[in-house]
């Protein structure tokens, strides 16, 4: 009896493996893989996207989502196809070093500086050198991603160009090493400021109900531009990758009628990216 | 608060409307376990039987050091098990990465020492007496082997049920070498934690409570068997 029950069991696991095995091995010549930053996906841009990119080209495609330093290293490990991501002078850099071929700017949006309604540093309306200054200077707790995204990356770029150094062990400064809706999250709890791309904003007002302890207290400054290219892994440095598929994909992404599909994709009746104007 | 209660009823309605996205993640989850499982019993049964029931030279050292390994970090085991597994690495040429058959490796490399070292204290926990009184009763030293093993049996399962609690709940490894690609390699622990970076704390704690069930299944089906035998 006790026999019968162990073979039983081993028959049925056996009988799993075999069944569940040899879908994964065979690698789909037709499979698009890309490395992308996390707000293309928390949003939903790229779930939207994807069956439009499907039926269009007949590529299938898969993305792992993550921040963009670590996007742009699956890329120099030859991880990835293709790569969405948002920090130019790091792109420029990969591109430069010879990762990455034909890097495509396909969108923008911007960055947001968000704080509590009642706004303690009173900073609402002001630039964001002025901003930053006023934060550093009276204490105000201010929370960073602090994990090399792409909006780290520009929060960096942004105490630099506000002549102040990047701060690192102040007491007010809070490096959360979390994605980006974590991060807002961990702000509105600490009632502390944080830089935030707009997309990513609007999704969170949005399962906040459109009532979100945090609002947008500085906005519309050029520094704040936020642009998403696409970028080729270069076939030279990584011969496995599918360089033609990946061509593909960032030529739909110029495609006059994505461009349509991005500029139509709202949430909450908000749109999320605007398309660059070449 | 609410969104513990929220969590709970939802909970009842991906699983009842068989919502695809939990069911593609709790089927991924399933075939990583049963894979890593099923490398970790097979090679750590034996070993870990083996070197309870034997003695020999370095023994202590060697169990202080599978004792050890079973606190190995599920994040540093995914770094590594990706560092083999990555196109430029050694094994990159078999495509692993980003797969469930990837994530098996790092979860049974996880899973290894926690058997090992369960199996062999639960051999070497058991009456001396017993083998003297087979010996005297003169079984064969195949059947003393047997005889031990068969002894050491809820030791045994007792170990493999820790191991697999361990596999089921890791996300380290799952998030670095799966990549937690939608449909293919999302498991339900990537998941939950792919919904509370969004900021749905609601589907998280649902899909937490969906793992939950998946453990309570299977410790309810081994008791069942255990009571029977």
Request: aromatic share 8%; net charge neutral; proline share 3%.
């Amino acid at each position: 009896m006790k026999r019968n029950v162990f073979i039983a069991s081993l028959t049925l696991i056996a009988a799993f493996l075999i069944l569940s095995g040899g879908t994964a091995f065979c690698a789909d010549a037709k499979l698009l893989r890309m490395a992308t930053t996390t707000s293309t996906d928390d949003t939903g841009l790229l779930d939207y996207l994807k069956p439009y990119f499907v039926k269009e080209t007949g590529i299938d495609i898969q993305w792992v989502a993550t921040g963009t330093g670590k996007a742009l290293k699956l890329g120099e490990n030859c991880d990835a196809d293709v790569l969405l991501v948002h920090a130019p002078d790091a792109e420029k850099k990969f591109v430069a070093d010879g990762f990455g071929l034909n890097r495509n700017v396909v969108m923008y949006n911007d960055f947001v500086l968000i704080g509590p309604a009642s706004d303690p540093a009173g900073v609402k309306g002001k630039s964001v050198k002025e901003c930053l200054s006023v934060i550093s200077g009276k204490n105000i707790k201010f929370v960073s991603r602090g994990d090399k995204s792409g909006t780290h990356q520009a929060e960096q770029a942004l105490w630099k160009a506000s002549g102040l150094s990047v701060p690192d062990k102040e007491v007010w400064y809070v490096q959360a090493g979390q994605g980006m809706l974590t991060t807002i999250q961990i702000a509105a709890e600490q009632n502390g400021y944080t830089l935030t791309d707009r997309g990513t904003y609007i999704k969170y007002e949005d399962t906040m109900k459109g009532n979100p302890p945090l609002k947008i207290l500085v906005e519309g400054d050029d520094l704040l531009k936020n642009i998403y290219s696409v970028i080729v892994v270069n076939p030279a440095k990584c011969p496995n990758v599918k360089s033609d598929l990946a061509k593909a994909f960032s030529d739909w992404m110029s495609r006059p009628s994505t461009q349509n599909l991005i500029t139509g994709f709202k949430l909450s009746g908000k749109q999320l990216f605007f398309v660059s104007a070449k | 608060m609410n969104f513990i209660i929220d969590g709970l009823l939802q909970a009842i309605q991906l699983l009842i409307h068989g919502d695809a996205e939990t069911y593609s993640a709790v089927y991924a989850t399933i075939r990583v376990s049963v894979y890593s499982m099923t490398v970790s019993l097979l090679i750590g049964i034996p070993v870990g039987f083996l070197m309870g029931h034997h003695d020999f030279l370095w023994k202590k050292h060697i169990r202080t050091i599978t004792d050890t390994l079973m606190s190995l970090p599920t994040v540093l085991v995914g770094l590594l098990v990706y560092a083999f597994l990555t196109t430029r690495g050694p094994l990159g040429e078999y495509g692993l990465l980003f797969t469930l058959e990837g994530i098996a490796i790092g979860q049974a490399i996880l899973a290894l020492p926690i058997v090992i070292a369960l199996t062999a204290s639960a051999v070497e926990s058991m009456d001396d007496n017993l083998k003297i009184t087979l010996v005297s009763l003169g079984a064969s030293r195949r059947q003393v082997l047997y005889s031990t093993l068969w002894e050491a049996r809820y030791g045994i399962l007792a170990a493999s049920m820790n191991a697999f609690g361990r596999v089921l709940t890791e996300v380290g490894i799952a998030m670095m070498v799966g990549g937690n690609i939608k449909w293919h390699t999302r498991t339900i622990t990537t998941a939950i934690a792919l919904e509370t970076n969004k900021g749905e704390f609601v589907t998280g704690v649902a899909l937490g409570i969906v793992l939950m069930a998946i453990a309570f299944i299977v410790n309810f089906s081994l008791s069942f068997l255990r009571n029977r035998s």
